[in-house]
């Protein structure tokens, strides 16, 4: 069976069960492992090393159309637990049938900064707010997918969590 992934249909975000209405779009956090440069004896020259499951710091980006309260709410000193859920449409190119197929993303973020945007007629605010993420995980039609915990030593992609043996010569 041959898909081919077409659209986002829409999306929502929630933070304990609210739904956060205002939202325009969602800036997904960049995946970036930290890197070290190896040279030295018997190595003509130098190359990345890629240290396992070290990343760079992640930042989730919200959008709102206006200012509201909700941007107010998350901007609350403290860790929030964003559940971003996705619908995506993609083809069966031989059946021809659409598929929908349901992410689910969950973040643990603090808020960085909060952006009031513009006011001017007749138009959007583009209020935006920027949240440091240390959790998230990312289900794929309700199997687990992607689990990086920063602060409990988690890399978990496809089924295979990177650190556990890094756990376990911590005594964790």
């Known amino acids: 069976m041959a898909k081919v992934n077409e659209s986002v249909i829409n999306f929502l ?15 997904m956090p960049e995946i ?7 040279k ?3 190595i003509n020259g130098t190359f ?3 240290v396992l499951g070290h990343l760079e710091a992640m ?4 959008n709102f159309r206006t200012l509201v309260k909700d941007a107010f709410a998350l901007l609350e000193p403290r860790d929030h637990q964003i559940d971003l859920r996705v619908p995506q449409q993609g083809k069966d190119t031989v059946s021809g049938r659409m598929e929908i197929v349901a992410l689910k993303h969950v973040f643990v973020c603090k808020p960085k900064s909060l952006n009031p945007g513009t ?4 138009s959007p605010a583009d209020a935006s707010g920027e949240y440091a993420v240390t959790y998230w995980a990312t289900w794929i039609d ?3 997918t992607l689990e990086i915990d920063i602060l409990n030593f988690i890399y978990y992609v496809n089924g295979k969590d990177y650190l556990e043996d890094v756990r376990k010569a911590l005594g964790k």
């Open 40 to 42: 030295g004896a018997g």
């Open 119 to 122: 006011v001017a007629p007749a």
């Open 32 to 38: 970036s492992n930290i890197t070290n440069e190896v």
């Open 48 to 50: 990345e090393s890629v």
């Open 59 to 62: 930042t989730l980006t919200l």
């Open 13 to 27: 975000v929630y933070e304990n069960a609210t739904e956060y209405y205002g939202m325009a779009e969602v800036g």
């Open 142 to 144: 309700g199997k687990k």
